[in-house]
């Protein structure tokens, strides 16, 4: 049992999602305190919680303590499932973060997996879809993987009701990634995305 103390760094979920996504990629059981202390709302959240069932089901694991505002849980994993997934975060909650966690494991599952998530697509405070499509996926595609992604329906808070798709193909035999500069800036794009307001509003933009 690997334990984890969630107070670390800025105290938010990303120890909890990096924590249990790695988990559930190895194998190895993990135990988290002190989730999200450092937020004004400690504890599990509907995204987090989707997030670490979510790394649960895929690696046919078992959660404890696995509820909304825990602030402790422990992710027993058994062994990677490739196979087709639909995770609902019932909020704005981002279903790009819930990606970010399970995706470890399905880059060793022993097969593909698709993937339906559905929530925020553009949160404050997480990455956006463009940058998942656009940054990431592309960085990951150096190592042999093949993650494709297509944004079925955007979701804003708070609201939510955002559609993510995911097909995600493992690399037979992984290639190092070694990101030891930044490089240079070679462009800069903005995008509007803009849901049930005028045209005027992503115009003037």
């Not at 938010?12 to 988290?32: D, E, P």
């Not at 240079?184 to 995305?193: E, G």
Request: no cysteine.
């Amino acid at each position: 049992m690997i334990e984890i103390d969630g107070r670390q760094g800025e105290g938010g979920g990303q120890v909890l999602r990096t924590s249990v996504g790695l988990a559930a990629a190895l194998g190895v059981s993990v135990r988290v305190d002190s989730i999200r202390a450092g937020r004004k709302q400690p504890g599990l959240l509907r995204q987090h919680l989707t997030a670490v069932k979510a790394a649960a089901q895929i690696s046919g694991g078992r959660l404890e303590g696995a509820h909304l505002g825990s602030t402790a849980l422990e992710l027993h994993p058994g062994t990677v499932q490739a196979g087709s997934y639909h995770f609902a975060i019932g909020s704005a909650g981002s279903a790009v973060l819930v990606l970010q966690t399970v995706l470890p494991a399905l880059l060793v599952a022993d097969g593909p997996s698709h993937l339906v998530l559905e929530g925020g697509t553009h949160n404050q405070w997480a990455p956006p879809f463009d940058f998942l499509e656009a940054t990431l996926l592309p960085t990951l595609a150096r190592t042999g993987a093949q993650v494709e992604v297509s944004l079925v329906r955007a979701g804003f808070f708070p609201a939510g009701g955002g559609e993510i798709q995911v097909q995600v193909t493992p690399a037979v035999s992984p290639a190092r990634l070694v990101l030891e500069e930044r490089g240079a800036a070679t462009r800069r794009v903005a995008a509007i995305h803009a849901a049930h307001l005028p045209d005027t509003v992503p115009e003037r933009e």
